[in-house]
């Protein structure tokens, strides 16, 4: 059974640092998009960061120049480094992936269980 499971999160001051991760196991024949969403409270989940299996990335606005996704394909994870945090950056962080149980099936959504990130002084 396909998992997605996040790690990394916690409370940092603004400016600071947090790196999550998020590592696909189980029967996976391949992974397609891999990518990070967050949901603040009272709010919609939006996309953060998405990078695809030959590691093309795209980014929201609100963290270009501040957050960066990349891939490791041989161990299915993704990374999210995120710089120069700001209140406005608090949510749960959940992972998601387009995945491939066999070579005759086609793609299904994944999600992870979301990672808390607080940021605030």
């Known amino acids: 059974q396909v998992q997605l499971v996040e790690s990394g999160g916690g409370l940092v001051q603004p400016g600071g640092s947090l790196r999550l991760s998020c590592a696909a196991s189980?029967?996976?024949?391949?992974?397609?998009?891999m990518g990070w969403y967050r949901q603040a409270p009272g709010k919609e989940r939006e996309l953060v960061a998405i990078?695809?299996?030959?590691?093309?990335?795209t980014y929201a606005d609100s963290v270009k120049g501040r957050f960066t996704i990349s891939r490791d394909n041989a161990k299915n994870t993704i990374y999210l480094q995120m710089n120069n945090l700001k209140p406005e950056d608090t949510a749960v962080y959940y992972c998601?992936?387009?995945?491939?149980?066999?070579?005759?099936?086609?793609?299904?959504?994944?999600w992870g269980q979301g990672t808390q990130v607080t940021v605030s002084s």
């Open positions: 998601g992936a387009r995945i491939r149980i066999t070579r005759w099936s086609y793609d299904n959504s994944y």
């Open positions: 189980g029967g996976i024949f391949t992974i397609n998009d």
């Open positions: 990078i695809t299996s030959d590691l093309s990335s």
